[in-house]
């Protein structure tokens, strides 16, 4: 689900970031990483989370291009309840993008993440959950701080050296709210998030 992917150059030993030709690609996604999931974890697999990285202002495709483009590619992979898009351009997500995900029944992942408004703003935005089985919430880094810069901070993740009242709430909140409607809350937490996951879970 990547955009664009690192593409290293042996005969200059350089890097450069490039449109990735497997974008979106239902065949790959079905018989490299669906069947083979399936085939090893059978019950055990809850959800596919497939994440879409921050799109900057000057490249990012038309909201509409965005729906066409995931209508596309799940309209030829297998039907299963489990998936979730976890969508981190927030202009992306507008009112037709969360009609399409319930249409789909497909899950709307809410990432406490850099660029992403806080939970309960997301919550907002999509109108509820859009799959009615299960709801993602991933507590990522804080907003407003880059990926790298978390790692430097939280590096090496042994002690809990920031705590976010409004990301403990905004998340007791969402998993309140699907419990009350009957919908599985599943929480991941990063490192990134805090400085340690389970004390962060804790």
Same mark, same amino acid.
């Given at each position: 689900? =990547?955009?664009?992917?690192?593409?290293?150059?042996?005969?200059?030993? $350089? %890097?450069? #970031?490039? *449109?990735?030709?497997? #974008?979106?690609?239902?065949?790959?996604?079905?018989?490299?990483?669906?069947?083979?999931?399936? =085939?090893?974890?059978? $019950?055990?697999?809850?959800?596919?989370?497939?994440?879409?990285?921050?799109?900057?202002?000057?490249?990012?495709?038309?909201?509409?291009?965005?729906?066409?483009?995931?209508?596309?590619?799940? $309209?030829?992979?297998?039907? @299963?309840?489990?998936?979730?898009?976890?969508? %981190?351009?927030?202009?992306?997500?507008?009112? @037709?993008?969360?009609?399409?995900?319930?249409?789909?029944?497909? /899950?709307? !992942?809410?990432?406490?993440?850099?660029?992403?408004?806080?939970?309960? %703003?997301?919550?907002?935005?999509?109108? /509820? #959950? $859009?799959?009615?089985? +299960?709801?993602?919430?991933?507590?990522?880094?804080?907003?407003? &701080?880059?990926?790298?810069? +978390?790692?430097? %901070?939280?590096?090496?993740? =042994? *002690?809990?050296? @920031?705590?976010?009242?409004? &990301?403990?709430? @905004?998340?007791?909140?969402?998993?309140?709210?699907?419990?009350?409607? *009957?919908?599985? +809350?599943?929480?991941? !937490?990063?490192?990134?998030? /805090?400085?340690?996951?389970?004390?962060?879970?804790?």
């Amino acid at each position: 689900t =990547a955009h664009k992917t690192w593409v290293f150059d042996p005969s200059t030993r $350089s %890097r450069s #970031f490039s *449109e990735n030709p497997r #974008f979106h690609d239902p065949e790959i996604f079905t018989e490299q990483f669906y069947k083979p999931a399936g =085939a090893l974890l059978g $019950s055990k697999l809850s959800g596919f989370i497939f994440e879409h990285e921050y799109q900057r202002a000057a490249t990012c495709p038309p909201p509409e291009a965005n729906i066409e483009s995931h209508d596309a590619f799940f $309209s030829r992979i297998p039907e @299963d309840s489990r998936y979730h898009i976890e969508e %981190r351009t927030d202009r992306l997500k507008s009112p @037709d993008y969360f009609r399409f995900l319930r249409e789909r029944k497909i /899950g709307n !992942v809410f990432s406490h993440w850099s660029y992403l408004p806080p939970l309960d %703003r997301q919550l907002e935005q999509a109108g /509820g #959950f $859009s799959n009615r089985q +299960a709801v993602i919430i991933r507590l990522l880094p804080p907003r407003g &701080m880059k990926y790298e810069d +978390a790692y430097l %901070r939280y590096f090496p993740f =042994a *002690e809990l050296k @920031d705590e976010d009242p409004k &990301m403990f709430d @905004d998340t007791a909140a969402l998993a309140k709210k699907a419990i009350e409607e *009957e919908v599985d +809350a599943w929480v991941t !937490v990063n490192n990134r998030a /805090g400085g340690n996951a389970p004390q962060i879970a804790r």
